[in-house]
């Protein structure tokens, strides 16, 4: 018996195991505040070795929790990746990939699940604040897909007129969104500079509104994304420039919302997840975070893509100052989120599994074999397990080791092309540097293996395979 058949009967013992288990015993169903950073790169924060600025909130909450360092997004683009987040399905299972564009024709399915339609069966208050990017004709907004309320923008804010990069008449006038409707339609470059701090003060707001029953916050911040934007508050104070000084307000604006559960003596009975959609957005230079010593950034498939900061934190339950070299993707959030709340799991097929005791480090047994990390329209470019990962052949964009742009403006990508499939010993080789394909031939062909059953199921570009578990987007 090879290694990863091995791991598949571990595997179906141990969800057997999960699903013939009660659910999490706990006497209250405990909040949860699940916080996005946008581009926010593996290398961006203090605790993950960051330097030039200062991040003590973000440290801290790890201090008080566990810090994750394998923790992968589904996609390294912003509404693939959102996706994955909050249904807990591969995003091309969905038809979405990419970064859906204003006044798009497509958007999440309104008869998909999001984990706020799952807290809602258990009553729980309902928020969004922040980039949606799921689409933004009504059908597709929060309001439509189980959030109570709504504050943000519905897609990047570089979508812009006045982004540097933006050709004239590419994109419409930039709409500050509350609920299912324009607050303001056409920010302004101040009004970004307040972004941060509004997404923060609603954030409390809420909290504060739903302290007496248990609440779901999903705060979704548009920095560090290009265009960088800071408060006067936090402008020019760090030593590594603006990028430093938004990621100091992104800090201090965590710090907000756990001294609020702290003063409202909710600290104890909520859950705080705080990750990344993705790696950064490397061309933008020093407007670009770091993806530490991870290969690439967003828009790849290789470890600085899609490898991003994960810090659990939940007192009693998460053990404190506490480090996890765990392989897990975002797609099992929901599920897991699921299981504290002792929530029904959505009626349509998903591909998040429960991680709990993974999370809590009570358990070591995974339920997943791999991880497939797809990347274009639907392109299989990688499959991930513990020890390996298989880089199969495709095109993808990098700045070569020559440095970014400045100043907001980006440096220009090439495009390398593939031309065999590759294969890496994560736990030896995270960076990427080494290519062991012809010495493990045998890891090489179970992985080639599950890469077809994936391509079985949710297609492939690359190969010409059409999948036959996809669904279709919400179409207008």
Known sequence: MTRIQSLFRIAGLAIAAWVNAPVCAVESRPNIVLIVADDLGYGDLGCYGAKGYQTPNLDGLAASGRRFTNFHVAQAVCTASRVAILTGCYPNRLGLSGALGPGSKIGLHPEETTIAEVLQQRGYATAAVGKWHLGDAPQF????????????????????PRHPEARPGTYPPLPLMEDSRVLKADLQPADQEQL??????????????????PFFLYLAYSMPHVPLYVSSKFKGKTERGLFGDVLEELDWSVGQIVETLRRLHLEEN??????????????????????GAMREGKGTSWEGGTRVPCIVSWPGHIPADSTSDTLLMSIDLLPSIAHIANAPLPPKKIDGMNVWPLLTGTDAAHP????????????????????WKLVLPHTYRTLGGTPGGRDGLPARYSQVKMSGPELYNLRNDPSETRNVAEQFPAPLQELLELAEKARADLGDDLTGKKGSGVREPGRL
């Open 141 to 160: 907004l929060p309001t439509a897909q189980g959030f109570g309320s709504y504050f943000g923008l519905p897609y990047s804010n570089d979508m812009w």
């Open 196 to 213: 941060t701090t509004e997404y923060t003060e609603r954030s409390v707001r809420f909290i504060e509104s739903h302290r007496s029953e």
């Open 270 to 291: 909520t859950l705080i997840l705080f990750t990344s959609d993705n790696g950064p957005w490397l061309s933008y230079g020093d407007h670009a975070g770091s993806a």
């Open 368 to 387: 997943h074999p791999a991880y497939f990390v797809y990347y274009g329209r639907n392109e299989l470019q990688s499959v991930l397990t513990p020890e």
